[in-house]
């Protein structure tokens, strides 16, 4: 009886465990995309590439490039940090030019012909990025492996405690970044691009800074979406995270990087619940994985733009 | 029915308007006889639905207690209910008396109380809150009828007003108690019976009435209207023609254009919604026969002139050949009466297919095969560009007051900057002494409305009508208007200086709306000019000028330069004594209600002349 | 443009590499050349007779009525010109879908291995050229292309994906083509299914059979005597199939399974529930049908939870990055792993294995020793022998060279795979052989091997695999 | 009023689906060319090619996805509603038709003729349409498109599990085959699924479908044609352009984005059909996210809310694939027969042989650099892109443009 119950307890905690892990996951994914939307009106179906390209730039500093490494003799830790920034850096620069080259000439355009030069930028480095991978996963050399603390009722991975506190890292720091002079601007031109212009702020420079940051954060994203225990590197199918973070970022409302958070976090414990849980045959295989758009369709029908979204004013 | 009665009575009898489209009626019930556009739609009447609808008004105005010789005045745009009022009116002996739409209250007053009109048509609000400021001043007006019932709403309980629609009401119940009372009238049709006043635009002095009776009118059908050698392949006016009618129906022109022609040979009337909606119409419509004043002739010309402008370079490369090449047709055709000669001919099949085609059908004259201009002067050059693009566009001079009955540009042998022949078998002259045109033939009017005095001055002791304008032979066959006697300006030097050509030549630009020319008794000719808003707007936006109002625009000393310009280019084309040595601009547009223009957009010269004074005195004081 | 984007669409058989024996006593199979030695069948075709010495069997067939040097009189329809001397082969290849990386170093092979034929002559002097067309795995864009090449090749090289392929066999029945599917369906034993296609290796539900058997003898080794099993597959013919294959070991072995995942993996989605499952089921032996993220997802979770049990799965599961010196359960999966393959792995010793190496070395040097392009090898020489069949027996026209390919009663494949034969009952010809491998990270470290495994059973058939009778397949596409 | 087209008389005549007679001429010969297509090579000055079998299925494809591409255009397009739930109704089409048509054997299937099944497929993904569309009503713009997106993921699992009817997941079933029969008799009465002899031509399996195709082309056409100028397709058009106006204006918003959404369901229901049948079988893995986003690819590239642009949008995506590959095969040879510039350029960039350096490698195969089919993807998405850049209008922009360009000759407006 006791044992059971035990069992039971962990499971729960093993639940939770990994729907946190999923969880922060599609959060940094959709604090990535919101913040590009937000700022620049692009609903970017590219985000899961800009997520394998940037996982795989990472892969390619650490392992291939061996930087680093190649050069100084450092603690695996620190090592492996230095060419994480390295990537993140090379990601940025990605974000920036594809934002200059394909969309900056669509300012202005309707809001879905934009999302098909995404989708059209997503067909290009998804085929040039699945060439360069190959046949094999692409190790990201983390220097967590896969040791794991036992903590009894629960048994968490490294490279899970990692990602939290990252994750978290990096949601104070776009809070604070919010607040910033530059935040203040992004957020304003989000708000009005012409009154934002008129008031001095370079919308350029925004919209650059708003595709770094979504790079960033989605590179980050894929870097954990392709380390152990959820994979043992980066591959093209990292690209498909971005879609089962899409339930996330509406639930949350579409231009609220609050909402990103809330709304990863919920449907990856959604997720994983569902799949420790429901899984009698009734449900079928793989009703967990719809379950985040259930979720997303009952929140939408309560709420229309999502907990946290901005109610678009409707006029006349 | 008309064959039942007897040849004696056919005889007497007068054919009529009224009787002309029951005849009409007859013979072809299921033709379209009327078109109107009516919420985007082309709503068609037939002429046996027509009839039915001016016997019914006819019987209303019987109803109302219309006799013989009352008048019943029109105040409206043109429309069919103006066609069917007017004809009912002279189905019942009654006497049409049409206004401008334009016309302010005062006016109202003025032509009401003058013709002593019974019963009015106001046709909508406007025209009805015009007539309510004066209409305790008009002791003889009995009925007021309405054709668009919004916003009648405050008169709803003036016993004076009645709805077209119950009108026509009240025409049936009174058929159904009288029938054939309408027909019997018609029988007793007289052909002295004044049919119409129609008033002058009066340049000088109030409108006068001019009577044109039964007689004149029939005159005209026979001699005017009928007479198959002024078209194309002498072809008159037939059932498949198409008219667009669209000027003022109370200028002679128009009613003898459009009502009159419709009811003689069965052409198809389209009326157009406003007169800011021709060319769009016209595009519709693409009527066969086209008459138009000079004024929308210089437009359309214009509008093409800066359509192309706007073109891609390479439409504008060919519509600048073209241009070149209607400007050698037209002139080709025009030293040739009008014909094609075979270069010409040649050169047309070139540009039919690339340009002229599509560009008449999109000024809407694809269809055109005569096209007239008269009523006021109009640049050469004009009526060369049309002949050029294939439209055949003849001049012709007449007037009210001889029914619009003197001279006209034949098929075949047109002579530009003249207005053509004499028609053959009226009686026509020129004074050799004023040069005055003078005309006599029977439908040379009965005389003006109530005033014996001034009836007396229009014609010469000999019983010749004297027109007021002062004409000369050409090659011994053609007529030439030189001018208005009174507009004539004779310089301090003594020389004699027509204004109007100058302000033709001027008014050829695109630029310019208005022109007036002072000069009399004075050192120097000056002009005053009044510019297109359109064209010039978009000529400065193109130039990123600045401007704001008409006014500003006027002052823009680029546009002055653009305008002295075309006083420059004119000035080259006549003697040194008739050159512009100053000019002005007009600080606003000219407005028939302000009383600078007259209803038929005439310069009223003397009223101008005060209007503008300072300009004036400027132009002959200042050195600059 | 669908499928474009498809990029974790995932499935089939990704089992690419296999073998089999056929070795043993065909000793005499020249080592000198990649091409293997084959008999046809006398009574199948009405053509003249073949022998394996083509050019003298030709002179004797047509006896004395035909002149020395006069050609020998050969029946064309599509696909091949005699004048321009080339035979044109459709490959439905999916270059750019979920299988894209693999499929092009697979067809790497293919093309090694057609380019030394046309070197040394190609098919009787005719030349042999590939037509490609990418079908990014769907099935739309797999019709499509098999209608652009319909009338212009002799017949289908490979055919990629199961369902695809059986999409396009009503059209393949209608003209008479020849097609190798590029799967490892049990169903192609059917003979209502096999009629236009040259299937070869052992299917993924003998494979299962063969592991699971395997499995369970050496936990009865490590003492655990019912060992108990958990299953988890993708969907799709390959994951059903091999999970059936699982079920019905089993069942024979009267093994307990305490986790059923068939169908259960979806590449598009969270697996670690499935992982987290199979710790909860404590299973013994785990049977994984997958790729390789997948297997990694499932297995890390599984780990994460400090499950430790015989987890095997299909060649198509394993990636070299399993033991790459970075990889983080580089240890837990030497411990752990079992893994079955149908032919032998690229460093085999065995004389066509080190012709292939040299061809691979000589043709395409930029290509890295994997065992992707062994399957190419094999479905080369297949087509091979059918294309060269069918040109002695003069008939070249597509119903030709299927009528050859059917007549082949064994090919011979110099030890790369074990050998076929396409004739007799369904039983008769069914692959019953298995290679099984463990993880070699010193091995893969050191280059001794490519793919990061050693064979530690060769040509392995267990009495399962041995007594099982087909009768249909053992997951049934309808 | 013969040649006097802006003169209409009637609003019949104002909303004429060929005001002109050129109009009339002009679709009459592009109708009567597209159906003697399947016998191109008998008549000269006929591009042969049309007529080959690949070409005929290129061509019904784009009939096909047509049909689909009405459906969306009329909800996203003319009502303004963005929908990525098409590839779900599709997929339901396709499986209703398939339960109604297919013979039964193991899975489900009621073997009834195509004259039953075909319009089932369209009625009951119509009635769930309906069934949806009140809670679609309540959201609006983006989180439309996402609401609906849910569909097609939802849609998957159903259809992964419902084996019993799709086969299960890439596994597929086979579709039933076109063929009008009155009953269940053996002998069809006409087979699309066969070749024959049609008024003494050879007509291919091919080619029947291929005129079968164009035939319910036309139909689904002009019944969209013909609904975007009755009382419905105008509210529409005002809930599209400003929703709040025309509920003002006595549109009721929700009746009207209802039927649209069942109507858009019903094109989306057929158009699955028909494609599941063209094929033959299909896996549930078909219906999926990308095939949504291909359909608001296509509106979007024709040019939203116009029916023409919704077909050159299916034509565009379509035959694009093909014609790239086309291209690149040319190329090849070009460099190939290695003389001028062209394979010079083309040469340095693109290698032919393991050894040579290039951005592209020629061959299939692993090798340096993207192969010739990558090269094909990257071009598509870089055709896409340039095209959406430089004519947001999409291709009903550009023939706007062409036929502005003649209808204001000899001005530009």
């Known amino acids: 009886m006791e044992i059971l119950a035990q069992a039971e307890y962990s499971q729960l905690a093993g639940t939770i465990v990994s729907g946190l892990s999923l969880g922060t996951i599609y959060a940094l994914l959709a604090m990535g995309f919101v913040i590009i939307f937000k700022a620049t009106q692009v609903v970017n179906f590219a985000h899961g590439a800009l997520a394998t390209l940037g996982a795989f730039i990472t892969a390619g500093v650490a392992v291939e490039l061996n930087f680093p490494g190649r050069f100084l003799d450092l603690p695996p830790l620190l090592g492996w940090s230095i060419s994480v920034v390295t990537a993140l850096v090379l990601s940025a620069l990605m974000g920036i030019l594809l934002e200059r080259v394909f969309l900056r000439p669509m300012v202005g355009e309707d809001l879905f012909s934009v999302a098909i030069v995404t989708l059209g930028m997503n067909v290009i480095l998804m085929t040039i990025v699945t060439d360069y991978i190959g046949p094999d996963p692409r190790s990201m050399a983390d220097p967590w492996g896969d040791a794991s603390v036992d903590l009894g009722f629960v048994i968490i991975a490294h490279t899970e405690i990692a990602q939290f506190l990252v994750a978290a890292a990096l949601v104070?720091?776009?809070?604070?970044?919010?607040?910033?002079?530059?935040?203040?601007?992004?957020?304003?031109?989000?708000?009005?691009?012409?009154?934002?212009?008129?008031?001095?702020?370079?919308?350029?420079?925004?919209?650059?800074?708003?595709?770094?940051?979504?790079?960033?954060?989605?590179?980050?994203?894929?870097?954990?979406?392709?380390?152990?225990?959820?994979?043992?590197?980066?591959?093209?199918?990292?690209?498909?995270?971005?879609?089962?973070?899409?339930?996330?970022?509406?639930?949350?409302?579409?231009?609220?990087?609050?909402?990103?958070?809330?709304?990863?976090?919920?449907?990856?414990?959604?997720?994983?619940?569902?799949?420790?849980?429901?899984?009698?045959?009734?449900?079928?295989?793989?009703?967990?994985?719809?379950?985040?758009?259930?979720?997303?369709?009952?929140?939408?029908?309560?709420?229309?733009?999502?907990?946290?979204?901005?109610?678009?004013?409707?006029?006349v | 029915m008309e064959s039942s009665e007897s040849p004696a009575a056919a005889a007497v009898r007068t054919r009529t308007i009224a009787r002309l489209i029951r005849e009409r009626a007859m013979s072809s019930p299921n033709q379209v006889a009327l078109r109107h556009k009516d919420l985007g739609i082309w709503r068609e009447t037939t002429w046996s639905r027509y009839w039915e609808q001016v016997l019914l008004a006819a019987h209303g105005l019987l109803s109302l207690g219309v006799d013989t010789g009352d008048r019943v005045s029109i105040h409206s745009e043109d429309r069919p209910e103006w066609v069917i009022l007017d004809v009912a009116t002279v189905a019942v002996r009654g006497i049409t008396v049409g206004l401008y739409p334009t016309n302010p209250a005062a006016e109202v007053r003025y032509l009401l109380s003058d013709s002593g009109s019974r019963v009015h048509l106001a046709e909508d609000q406007e025209q009805a809150d015009k007539l309510m400021e004066v209409i305790d001043a008009l002791p003889d007006l009995e009925r007021v009828i309405h054709v668009e019932p919004r916003g009648f709403r405050t008169y709803r309980n003036d016993p004076r007003f009645v709805f077209w629609d119950e009108f026509l009401e009240m025409g049936r119940s009174h058929r159904a108690e009288n029938p054939g009372a309408v027909e019997e009238r018609m029988r007793e049709a007289d052909p002295d019976d004044v049919m119409t006043l129609v008033y002058t635009s009066g340049t000088t002095g109030p409108p006068k009435g001019a009577m044109l009776d039964n007689a004149n009118a029939e005159y005209c059908f026979d001699e005017l209207i009928n007479a198959d050698s002024r078209m194309p392949d002498n072809i008159g006016p037939n059932p498949s023609d198409e008219i667009l009618t669209y000027l003022p129906l109370c200028h002679v022109a128009e009613r003898i254009f459009s009502t009159w022609t419709s009811a003689v040979t069965g052409t198809t009337l389209n009326f157009a919604e406003s007169i800011e909606t021709v060319q769009e119409n016209l595009r519709e419509v693409q009527p066969t026969l086209f008459f138009a004043v000079p004024r929308i002739w210089e437009k359309l010309h214009a509008s093409v002139i800066l359509k192309s402008r706007d073109a891609t370079r390479f439409k504008r490369l060919l519509m600048s050949l073209c241009s070149a090449l209607a400007r050698v047709i037209g002139r080709q055709r025009a030293n040739n009466g009008g014909r094609h000669t075979l270069r010409s001919g040649i050169l047309f099949m070139i540009g039919y297919p690339l340009v002229f085609r599509a560009l008449r059908e999109r000024i809407g004259l694809r269809r055109c095969r005569w096209a007239a201009t008269g009523a006021a002067p109009i640049a050469p050059e004009v009526i060369e560009f049309f002949h050029g693009l294939g439209v055949n566009l003849y001049e012709l001079y007449g007037m009210t007051e001889n029914a619009g009955f003197a001279t006209n540009n034949f098929y075949g042998r047109m002579k530009l900057g003249t207005v053509g022949e004499p028609y053959p078998g009226i009686g026509f002259r020129i004074d050799p002494e004023t040069g005055e045109i003078q005309t006599r033939h029977p439908g040379v009017f009965r005389g003006y409305w109530n005033k014996p005095e001034e009836t007396a001055e229009a014609f010469t002791p000999d019983g010749w009508l004297r027109t007021g304008d002062v004409g000369e032979w050409v090659d011994g066959t053609h007529v030439k208007i030189v001018d208005r006697i009174k507009h004539i300006i004779i310089t301090s030097g003594g020389k004699n200086v027509s204004p109007s050509e100058i302000e033709n030549s001027l008014k050829t630009s695109p630029f310019v709306k208005e022109a007036m020319v002072i000069g009399d008794r004075r050192n120097y000719l000056t002009a005053l000019v009044g510019i297109e808003f359109d064209t010039v707007g978009d000529w400065a936006t193109r130039r990123n000028i600045p401007y704001t109002t008409y006014r500003d625009l006027g002052e823009k000393p680029e546009v002055l330069e653009l305008i002295q310009g075309v006083i420059t280019r004119t000035n080259s084309r006549f003697s040194r004594v008739e050159n512009i040595r100053k000019f002005r601009m007009l600080p606003k547009e000219l407005d028939h209600e302000d009383g600078e223009l007259t209803a038929t957009q005439k310069l009223k010269r003397e009223s101008m002349e005060e209007m503008f004074e300072e300009l004036i005195i400027d132009m002959y004081s200042s050195r600059s | 443009m669908k499928t474009r984007f498809k990029w974790l669409a995932m499935i089939m058989a990704l089992s690419l590499i296999a073998a089999a024996c056929g070795g043993d006593d065909e000793a005499e199979a020249p080592a000198t050349t990649a091409a293997p030695v084959t008999t046809a069948a006398p009574a199948t075709t009405a053509a003249p007779g073949t022998t394996a010495a083509p050019e003298e069997a030709t002179e004797e067939a047509t006896g004395e009525t035909m002149a020395e040097e006069e050609p020998m009189m050969i029946a064309t329809d599509k696909g091949v010109d005699l004048e321009a001397g080339v035979i044109k082969v459709g490959m439905l290849s999916d270059l750019t879908g979920p299988f894209g990386p693999a499929v092009n170093l697979l067809v790497a092979g293919v093309n090694t291995f057609w380019a030394d034929v046309n070197a040394r002559g190609g098919v009787h002097g005719l030349m042999v050229e590939l037509l490609y067309r990418d079908t990014a795995y769907s099935v739309d864009n797999h019709v499509q292309f098999f209608e652009e090449l319909r009338d212009e090749v002799v017949a289908f090289g490979h055919s990629t994906g199961s369902p695809h392929t059986i999409a396009i066999l009503p059209e393949l029945a209608e003209d008479g083509i020849l097609a190798i599917p590029l799967t490892w369906y049990s169903g192609w034993s059917d003979p209502d299914l096999n009629a236009n296609l040259l299937s070869h290796g052992t299917s993924y539900c003998i494979e299962a059979m063969n592991m699971i058997g395997y499995l369970s003898d050496v936990s009865g080794e490590n003492g655990v005597a019912d060992p108990t099993l958990a299953i988890a597959t993708f969907p799709g013919d390959y994951g059903l199939d091999s999970a059936a294959g699982a079920k019905i070991a089993a069942e024979t072995l009267g093994l307990e399974i305490v986790y059923d995942g068939s169908g259960q993996i979806i590449p598009s989605q969270d697996n670690a529930p499935i992982g987290n499952a199979i710790a909860q089921s404590g299973a013994d032996i785990v049977w994984v049908a997958a790729n390789p993220t997948t297997l990694a997802e499932v297995y890390g979770a599984a780990l994460a939870q400090g499950l430790v049990a015989l987890w095997s799965g299909t060649v198509a599961n394993w990636s070299p990055a399993f033991v790459a010196p970075d990889s983080p359960i580089k240890d837990a999966m030497t411990r752990d792993f079992y893994g079955a393959s149908y032919f032998p792995p690229y460093t085999d010793d065995s004389p066509g294995m080190q012709n292939l190496r040299d061809l691979m070395a000589q043709y395409a040097p930029e290509v890295p020793p994997i065992d992707y392009v062994i399957e190419g090898f094999v479905e080369g020489m297949i087509l091979f022998e059918a294309l060269k069949v069918a040109y002695e027996n003069g008939d070249m026209t597509q119903r030709g060279v299927l009528a050859a390919a059917k007549s082949m009663e064994e090919v011979d494949f110099g030890g790369i795979a074990p050998n076929e034969s396409y004739v007799g009952s369904p039983n008769e010809r069914l692959q019953r052989q298995t290679w099984i491998n463990r993880p070699d990270p010193e091995g893969l470290a050191a280059g001794t091997t490519a793919i990061g495994t050693r064979v530690i059973e060769s040509y392995y058939t267990h009495p399962i695999a041995a007594d099982y009778y087909f009768e249909e397949a053992c997951y049934k596409l309808s | 009023m013969r040649s006097r087209p802006h003169l209409h008389t009637s609003y019949s005549a104002d909303q004429a689906l060929m005001p002109t007679a050129t109009k009339k001429v002009a679709l009459a010969t592009f109708l009567i060319l597209a159906a003697l297509a399947p016998i191109a090579s008998s008549i000269p000055f006929y591009p042969d090619f049309l007529g080959n079998n690949d070409w005929m299925k290129l061509l019904s494809h784009v009939a096909i996805f047509g049909i689909g591409a009405l459906g969306i255009n009329l909800l996203t397009g003319v009502a303004g509603q963005v929908s990525l739930g098409h590839a779900f109704f599709m997929g339901l089409g396709a499986y209703v038709g398939v339960v109604f048509g297919a013979p039964s054997g193991d899975l489900w299937g009621w073997g009834l003729p195509m004259w039953i099944w075909l319009p089932m497929a369209g009625i009951i993904p119509a009635a769930i349409g309906l069934l949806v569309g009140p809670a679609a009503v309540r959201v609006r713009g983006l989180y439309l498109a996402f609401a609906?997106?849910?569909?097609?993921?939802?849609?998957?699992?159903?259809?992964?599990?419902?084996?019993?009817?799709?086969?299960?997941?890439?596994?597929?079933?086979?579709?039933?085959?076109?063929?009008?029969?009155?009953?269940?008799?053996?002998?069809?009465?006409?087979?699309?699924?066969?070749?024959?002899?049609?008024?003494?031509?050879?007509?291919?399996?091919?080619?029947?479908?291929?005129?079968?195709?164009?035939?319910?082309?036309?139909?689904?056409?002009?019944?969209?044609?013909?609904?975007?100028?009755?009382?419905?397709?105008?509210?529409?058009?005002?809930?599209?352009?400003?929703?709040?106006?025309?509920?003002?204006?006595?549109?009721?918003?929700?009746?009207?984005?209802?039927?649209?959404?069942?109507?858009?369901?019903?094109?989306?229901?057929?158009?699955?059909?028909?494609?599941?049948?063209?094929?033959?079988?299909?896996?549930?893995?078909?219906?999926?996210?990308?095939?949504?986003?291909?359909?608001?690819?296509?509106?979007?590239?024709?040019?939203?809310?116009?029916?023409?642009?919704?077909?050159?949008?299916?034509?565009?995506?379509?035959?694009?694939?093909?014609?790239?590959?086309?291209?690149?095969?040319?190329?090849?040879?070009?460099?190939?027969?290695?003389?001028?510039?062209?394979?010079?350029?083309?040469?340095?960039?693109?290698?032919?042989?393991?050894?040579?350096?290039?951005?592209?490698?020629?061959?299939?195969?692993?090798?340096?650099?993207?192969?010739?089919?990558?090269?094909?993807?990257?071009?598509?998405?870089?055709?896409?892109?340039?095209?959406?850049?430089?004519?947001?209008?999409?291709?009903?922009g550009i023939w706007l443009r062409i036929r502005n360009y003649w209808k204001g000759w000899p001005f530009t407006y």
């Open chain 1, 172 to 315: 104070v720091l776009v809070g604070v970044f919010f607040r910033s002079r530059t935040g203040i601007a992004m957020r304003a031109t989000a708000f009005d691009q012409e009154a934002a212009r008129a008031q001095g702020v370079n919308v350029g420079a925004i919209f650059a800074i708003a595709w770094a940051i979504g790079a960033v954060l989605a590179t980050v994203g894929g870097i954990f979406g392709s380390v152990y225990p959820r994979r043992i590197g980066v591959f093209p199918d990292t690209a498909f995270l971005v879609f089962r973070a899409f339930p996330a970022i509406i639930l949350g409302g579409l231009d609220s990087v609050k909402g990103a958070v809330v709304g990863g976090l919920s449907v990856g414990l959604a997720e994983a619940a569902a799949g420790s849980y429901l899984n009698h045959p009734l449900f079928g295989t793989g009703f967990s994985g719809i379950v985040p758009y259930l979720v997303m369709m009952i929140v939408l029908f309560i709420r229309p733009y999502g907990i946290f979204g901005t109610a678009e004013v409707r006029r």
């Open chain 4, 148 to 396: 609906t997106l849910g569909l097609v993921f939802i849609g998957e699992w159903a259809w992964r599990n419902l084996k019993f009817i799709t086969g299960g997941s890439f596994a597929g079933r086979r579709f039933p085959e076109f063929q009008l029969r009155m009953w269940k008799e053996e002998e069809p009465l006409v087979d699309f699924a066969s070749d024959g002899v049609w008024l003494g031509f050879e007509i291919s399996e091919e080619a029947k479908v291929y005129l079968l195709m164009l035939g319910l082309l036309v139909v689904a056409t002009v019944l969209a044609k013909n609904l975007q100028r009755t009382r419905a397709g105008r509210a529409f058009q005002a809930i599209r352009d400003r929703d709040i106006a025309a509920e003002i204006m006595g549109v009721n918003e929700f009746k009207y984005k209802l039927m649209a959404f069942g109507i858009s369901s019903a094109y989306a229901g057929v158009a699955g059909a028909l494609f599941a049948s063209f094929v033959g079988r299909q896996i549930p893995e078909t219906w999926d996210l990308f095939l949504s986003v291909e359909f608001i690819a296509i509106i979007l590239i024709g040019g939203a809310g116009t029916v023409s642009g919704a077909l050159m949008g299916s034509a565009f995506v379509i035959l694009l694939p093909r014609l790239v590959q086309d291209f690149t095969e040319w190329l090849s040879n070009v460099i190939a027969d290695g003389e001028g510039l062209l394979a010079s350029v083309a040469d340095a960039v693109i290698s032919v042989s393991p050894d040579d350096f290039g951005v592209v490698n020629i061959l299939p195969g692993a090798g340096p650099g993207l192969s010739v089919f990558q090269l094909n993807q990257v071009l598509f998405g870089l055709l896409v892109i340039l095209f959406m850049i430089f004519e947001p209008l999409g291709l009903y």
